[in-house]
């Protein structure tokens, strides 16, 4: 059975903690979440404005127990972003925040729950739902790319139980929310962790704020999750002098955390008794492929771990063939069940079956050392991580090209380089780029040059750009 | 210049913001630029400017650019205007 199915069994148990510390049990949970699909007709598609909130995850809950289809967005997405996504997918509904009510034309409220209303759109849905899809999570949540992963709900259910067996995920645990829930690694968390009777304590508030402490000490939350950038921010905070005796387990994912800070975590959490997880993982599958036990996170630090249960990794070479040495690199490929039916680029692709067959070649490049320790060497795709959102870097330059701005952009995770000429202006180009990723600006450098090296055949020089390097504006 | 003018500087610079912006609307997340990576870049830009190292407590509770007088006066930074 589907975990959203059989979790009524934590009946009193406490589901979810909402911000203003109400603590809400699994019974009540489901009640709200139940309450909230009767408003929907089965297989139609909703678009799920999500913050971490109740009304979002309980929205989420309940579509997914009413076999209606949510398509998740972070309700910080820009309005024009939000309405091409409403253009392309043409969603039956939209569950979201009263306060956004108006940013949807046409449309009728047919439910309220706390701070959120259910609209009906006129939209007339010409289009089918495939009998497997369950929910549809964007690869970037950036570039208002309409790019979404499809995940069935045999993905989903699989992936939950592997994180939260190699987790040891139990009743005892309370997580605390550092990240979105419309983005993989933070649902993935929300699911690993209901499936298992643990508690979440909802917030919007960042780790750079004094309440995101003060909920965690409250609650005795025993662990969150972060991505590279989390852990920039954690060392900031000296977080080796802080003093948290009720947190137990921090994982990392959503890029690559480097060697350094790996170890110098490892070290830390090992000193304080915590068990520290390194992951990696992909929407593209569901979110999960591999994590380092924490027993290995100081002698293996830099290196993602094996496959998580379940799941098996093997790497191929330029051939397609499968290298059996190791210490040898190549492109990381993975298969298990939570392996996602492929993509979709508008309502028209709802209705295909699983594509990828339970193989995803991760666009990676890795090898894998003498003890069967996968580490990550570099990447196939043109993309950055750029604290913890995927950016494509020919997507950015088309949008740029566009808005009318000759550019090339490269760089590494977290700092990109956007080469314009010296015809247009830095600050307005990087307003344009903050403004349309919704992404800090401390993400970005914007750097003049006199003209973009292309060859002949009028395609980058990346190489060439190097040599102008990265002085910031 | 003097330390207000610093300060005003370290905000002006680190969230793009023109001068009339320094008020006390200006709270944590009151802008895109003022996120939780936006304070942790302003903040080391604060410690460059001063000289001096932030306390965990004060990072956090470092709310708004009118909170930021009171804790950096903590630092021995003076803003009287004489």
């Known amino acids: ?473 | 210049m003097t330390n207000k003018e610093k300060y005003e500087q370290v905000f002006i610079t680190c969230f793009s913001l023109e001068k009339t912006a320094l008020n006390d609307e200006l709270v944590y997340n009151s802008l895109p630029e003022w996120d939780s990576v936006g304070h942790m870049a302003m903040i080391t830009v604060l410690e460059e400017t001063f000289n001096i190292m932030i306390e965990t407590d004060d990072i956090v509770d470092f709310s708004s650019y009118n909170k930021g007088f009171e804790i950096l006066e903590k630092y021995g930074i003076r803003f009287n205007s004489t």
């Open chain 1, 1 to 473: 059975m589907d975990f959203f199915n059989c979790i009524d069994m934590y009946g009193e148990a406490v589901a979810v903690i909402a911000e203003d510390s109400e603590q809400i049990s699994y019974k009540e949970f489901l009640l709200i979440a139940d309450e909230i699909k009767k408003h929907l007709y089965e297989r139609s598609l909703v678009f799920c404005i999500c913050g971490n909130n109740i009304e979002s995850i309980a929205g989420y809950i309940g579509f997914l127990r009413g076999s209606v289809v949510p398509l998740l967005v972070n309700m910080h997405t820009n309005k024009e972003a939000l309405k091409n996504l409403l253009r392309l997918y043409l969603p039956r509904y939209v569950w979201l925040p009263k306060s956004m009510n108006e940013d949807i034309s046409d449309c009728e409220p047919v439910y309220y729950y706390g701070n959120y209303v259910l609209l009906k759109t006129s939209f007339t849905s010409s289009y089918s739902l495939h009998d497997d899809l369950a929910l549809l999570l964007t690869t970037s949540g950036s570039t208002g790319s309409p790019k979404f992963v499809r995940q069935s709900y045999k993905n989903i259910m699989s992936n939950a139980n592997s994180i939260s067996e190699y987790l040891k995920i139990n009743d005892k645990d309370r997580y605390i929310t550092t990240m979105p829930m419309s983005y993989t690694y933070g649902l993935s968390i929300i699911n690993s962790s209901l499936l298992k009777g643990a508690s979440i304590c909802l917030t919007n508030k960042t780790l750079m704020e004094k309440e995101f402490w003060r909920l965690l000490k409250e609650h005795n939350v025993t662990s969150f999750g972060g991505v590279p950038y989390i852990y920039e921010m954690l060392k900031r905070l000296r977080f080796s002098r802080m003093d948290l005796p009720s947190l137990r387990t921090l994982t990392q994912a959503g890029g690559r955390l480097d060697k350094e800070l790996s170890l110098e975590f490892a070290t830390i959490c090992r000193d304080k008794g915590i068990r520290f997880f390194v992951m990696y993982g992909q929407t593209e599958a569901t979110a999960r492929m591999s994590y380092l036990p924490p027993e290995y996170a100081i002698l293996k630090a830099g290196s993602i771990g094996i496959a998580i249960p379940g799941g098996k990794f093997r790497l191929q070479d330029e051939n397609g063939n499968t290298i059996n040495e190791s210490e040898t690199i190549g492109e990381l490929v993975y298969e298990g069940d939570n392996v996602t039916m492929g993509y979709s680029n508008d309502c028209k692709d709802l209705c295909k079956g699983d594509e990828n067959r339970g193989i995803l070649k991760t666009g990676d490049i890795a090898k894998r050392d003498n003890d069967g320790f996968y580490y990550i060497v570099g990447r196939k795709k043109r993309f950055l991580k750029i604290f913890g959102n995927r950016v494509n870097l020919d997507e950015v330059e088309s949008m740029l090209k566009t808005a009318g701005y000759e550019c090339a952009c490269d760089g590494t995770d977290d700092g990109m380089k956007i080469f314009i000429t010296l015809k247009d202006s830095p600050k307005e180009v990087k307003h344009y780029i903050i403004e349309n990723t919704g992404i800090n600006q401390v993400g970005f450098s914007v750097i003049c040059v006199p003209k973009i090296p292309r060859n002949n055949s009028g395609k980058v020089l990346y190489s060439a750009l190097q040599c102008y390097g990265g002085s910031l504006v």
